[in-house]
C-alpha cells in the first residue's frame, strides 16, 4: 500500500514542505528568527495535516498557521518582544477555535482580515516603508499572485486536478512561502527595532 493512498491531497500534502525553505534561507539565528522557524513548521505540520485528512479541526489549524505568519510582526510589536511564545500559543488557539465553527469563505475572510490589521499596523509603525523596501514589495507581490492562483484553483478554473503531480494549491504553498521569506527578509533586515 501507498503511503499517498491514506493522503487526501497528494500533491497539497507534499507541497506544504516549502514552508521549511525560507527557514533555511535565513542568515540570522536570534530568539526571534526561532520563534519564526516554529511558526513556519506549525505552518508545515498544519497544511500537511490539512491536506491529508480534511477533518474539521485540521483546517482550522491551516487557517489559524496563516493567520500566525501574516500577524508575526504585527505581535512581536504589539507584545513589545515580550511573553511571545504566550502571545502566539493564545492567537493561535483563539484561531484555531474561531475558524472551527466557520465554513470555507468566512475562514478565508478572516484570514484577509488579519493580513488586513497586520499591513494597517505595518503602515501605522513604520510609515510607507514599503514604497522602498523591495523585499515587502516582492512578498505583497507573491502573496497577491499566489492568492490569485488560490482563488482559480478553488474554482476549478486554474490547474485544478488534485490528484496530478502539478496543481494550482502546489502554487499558492510555492507562492506564499516565497512570500514568507520576503516577508521575514523585509522583517529582520529592514526594521531595526526586530532584528536581534
Known amino acids: 500500500m501507498q503511503i499517498d493512498s491514506w493522503i487526501n491531497q497528494p500533491i497539497a500534502f507534499w507541497s506544504s514542505l516549502a514552508?521549511?525553505?525560507?527557514?533555511?534561507?535565513?542568515?540570522?539565528?536570534?530568539?526571534?528568527?526561532?520563534?519564526?522557524s516554529y511558526c513556519l513548521i506549525a505552518l508545515t505540520i498544519s497544511?500537511?495535516?490539512?491536506?491529508?485528512?480534511?477533518?474539521?479541526?485540521?483546517?482550522?489549524?491551516?487557517?489559524?498557521?496563516?493567520?500566525i505568519i501574516m500577524g508575526f510582526f504585527s505581535i512581536v510589536h504589539f507584545m513589545k518582544?515580550?511573553?511571545?511564545?504566550?502571545?502566539?500559543?493564545?492567537?493561535?488557539i483563539l484561531q484555531v477555535l474561531a475558524n472551527f465553527g466557520l465554513t470555507k469563505w468566512p475562514k478565508i475572510a478572516l484570514s484577509i482580515l488579519i493580513f488586513l490589521l497586520a499591513f494597517y499596523e505595518v503602515?501605522?509603525?513604520y510609515g510607507f516603508?514599503?514604497?522602498?523596501?523591495?523585499?515587502?514589495?516582492?512578498?505583497?507581490l507573491t502573496l497577491s499572485v499566489s492568492f490569485l492562483i488560490f482563488l482559480l484553483d478553488d474554482q476549478k478554473i486554474f490547474f485544478c486536478d488534485e490528484s496530478g503531480w502539478f496543481a494550482g494549491h502546489t502554487l499558492w504553498h510555492l507562492g506564499t512561502a516565497a512570500s514568507a521569506y520576503f516577508y521575514v527578509k523585509w522583517g529582520f533586515d529592514t526594521t531595526g527595532e526586530l532584528q536581534g
Not at 82 to 89: H, M, P, V
Not at 129 to 140: D, G
Open 123 to 125: 503602515i501605522q509603525t
Open 19 to 36: 514552508y521549511l525553505i525560507p527557514i533555511f534561507l535565513l542568515k540570522k539565528k536570534t530568539e526571534l528568527t526561532r520563534l519564526w
Open 47 to 67: 497544511s500537511m495535516f490539512c491536506h491529508a485528512s480534511f477533518i474539521r479541526l485540521s483546517v482550522a489549524m491551516d487557517f489559524a498557521s496563516i493567520g
Open 81 to 92: 518582544g515580550k511573553n511571545l511564545l504566550s502571545a502566539f500559543s493564545i492567537f493561535f
Open 129 to 140: 516603508v514599503f514604497v522602498k523596501a523591495r523585499s515587502l514589495q516582492l512578498s505583497m
